[in-house]
């Protein structure tokens, strides 16, 4: 059975405190992706990997930090220094580095800070 | 920045009607795609359609793609209360481009 999963489902943190989500894919895909929505919002990227040990910040990587040191793995660290981190967290995948690949999608970490 | 702007905001029909929704983007594309996303989960990919091609089909969904106007449209014919999500488009930024660039979505209703 392979796809995407992310954990944990609900986060809820404190002010001033990092946090890590969780991403994992079983399906070999070399590149990874990890997006913010907003309500009511599109997908904003935030980091993005084609490859271990190796990523590139997307559109609003202030606050974020990521690794992929295994080529299943790329979890996401929100740090206290995001402005305004509460949002729906959503990891994809595709099978290469180039943006005409289809992406698949987690059912994405709903982040709450107060 | 926002490539694709997704119109409308917001659609409601009665199961059976045909949804029409539209995506608007600004720069040169190499590739469209339209995905879904059911309330609070991923996105699911729909389809995609290249810059040299003008209509696309899959099952009950047709995508058309005018390059000159720098538009699309996704509709959905014979619309079924299952139907019911977010529709986006994305967009790459021409050949070799590495991301994609989400539009803020169509919210369609399918009332039963």
């Known amino acids: 059975d392979g796809g995407i999963t992310q954990s944990p489902k609900y986060l809820f943190r404190k002010e001033g405190q990092n946090v890590t989500l969780s991403c994992e894919q079983n399906?070999?895909?070399?590149?990874m992706y990890w997006y913010r929505q907003d309500p009511g919002q599109g997908l904003r990227l935030i980091y993005y990997?084609?490859?271990?040990?190796?990523?590139q910040k997307g559109d609003i990587a202030e606050g974020y930090s990521v690794s992929r040191e295994k080529k299943e793995s790329f979890p996401l660290t929100v740090t206290s220094a995001q402005k305004n981190p509460t949002a729906f967290y959503l990891c994809?995948?595709?099978?290469?580095?180039?943006?005409?690949?289809?992406?698949?999608f987690g059912p994405g970490t709903r982040l709450t800070v107060t | 920045s926002q490539q694709g702007e997704e119109d409308p905001q917001a659609l409601s029909i009665q199961e059976g009607e045909n949804a029409t929704m539209n995506c608007s983007y600004k720069?040169?594309?190499?590739?469209l795609q339209w995905y879904r996303q059911n309330s609070g989960r991923g996105l699911v990919h729909l389809i995609l359609i290249r810059s040299n091609e003008r209509e696309k089909h899959s099952g009950r969904l047709r995508v058309t793609l005018d390059t000159s106007k720098k538009s699309s449209s996704l509709l959905i014919t014979a619309s079924r209360a299952a139907d019911t999500a977010s529709y986006f488009c994305?967009?790459?930024?021409?050949?070799?481009?590495?991301?994609?660039?989400f539009g803020k979505g169509t919210k369609l209703s399918v009332i039963p």
């Open positions: 994809a995948s595709s099978i290469g580095q180039k943006a005409f690949n289809e992406q698949y």
């Open positions: 720069t040169s594309i190499n590739n």
């Open positions: 399906l070999n895909h070399d590149a």
């Open positions: 990997s084609h490859i271990v040990n190796d990523f």
């Open positions: 994305a967009t790459d930024s021409g050949a070799g481009s590495y991301q994609l660039t």
